[in-house]
């Protein structure tokens, strides 16, 4: 079999012809378009990849300030409950200081009821024995009884000693006007001169005396210079008796404060 080297020769040529068409007006097209396709997804896989890396470090940046904000939250809530804390102990001891002042006011309220009760049941029973009292010496008065009464004064004068008699020595010393002895009735003048005697007798100098009659003293004597007092009377009995009372109703009182308390 004999071999036909032009149509060889001629299909070689066109093999050749139609790889360089195609070449020219089919493969290097496909190839551009294929070279742009890459370098547009080249292009857009670097954008989606800055948008991936922007994402994250939006991310991060997120997840920071949610950290801070967690932790101000937190320094938030602790600082308010300190606040809350401190308010609530203010308003207790707030509370507390006002039923303090509340019962100190109770308890003051208490103490003037009960001096005031106390005054009033003092002046009405001094009142009441000063009137008896009065009434029963005035039925008993007899010329002894004030001998005694004055001889009693005079005793007391005599015995005066140690810082009283000092004090008493001072007063008449520096008293512009004469010592006052007040008595419940008119001494005569045999008692007057009694008590001047002993007066003189117990500061060793004359004593100046003026005598005054005052129906006040109940039954007694008193001696006065210059601010200071020496009597005997019924009315220290009764002034003995209204401090005695006092005290009373002062630890009754004070005893109710106590029993209060919680």
């Keep these: 079999m004999s071999i036909d080297w032009f149509t ?8 050749v012809v139609l790889v360089l068409l195609l070449k020219r007006f089919l493969y290097k097209p496909i190839l551009a378009a294929i070279a742009t396709r890459e370098r547009r997804i080249a292009a857009e896989l670097a954008e989606a990849g800055g948008k991936m890396a922007e994402a994250e470090k939006e991310r991060d940046e997120f997840q920071h300030k949610n950290d801070e904000f967690d932790k101000a939250r937190s320094a938030l809530l602790k ?21 303090d002042d509340m019962n100190a006011k109770h308890m003051a309220a208490l103490k003037t009821d009960a001096k005031r009760l106390n ?9 009441e024995v000063f009137a008896i009292s009065r009434q029963v010496l005035a039925d008993l008065s007899t010329t002894s009884l004030e001998a005694s009464l004055c ?9 005066l000693e140690g810082p009283a008699k000092e004090k ?18 008119e001494l005569t ?10 007066l003189n007798e117990t500061f060793q100098e004359e004593i100046k005396l003026r005598f005054l009659v005052e129906a006040e003293l109940i039954g007694g004597i008193e001696l006065a210079s210059n601010g200071q007092k020496a009597a005997w009377n019924i009315a220290n009995y009764l002034k003995a008796m209204g401090k005695i009372v006092d005290g009373a109703v002062g630890e009754e009182a004070n005893a109710e404060s106590r029993d209060e308390r919680p």
């Design 8 to 15: 060889v020769v001629a299909q070689i040529l066109n093999f």
């Design 79 to 99: 600082k308010a409950k300190l606040e809350a804390d401190a308010e609530r102990a203010r308003l207790i001891e707030e509370a507390k200081k006002s039923a």
């Design 119 to 127: 005054r009033e049941i003092t002046s009405r029973a001094q009142q």
């Design 151 to 159: 001889a009693v004064f005079i005793r007391r004068v005599r015995a």
């Design 168 to 185: 008493f020595a001072r007063a008449f010393a520096t008293a512009p006007e004469p010592a006052l002895v007040r008595s419940a009735f």
């Design 189 to 198: 003048a045999k008692q007057r001169k009694e008590i001047q005697k002993a």
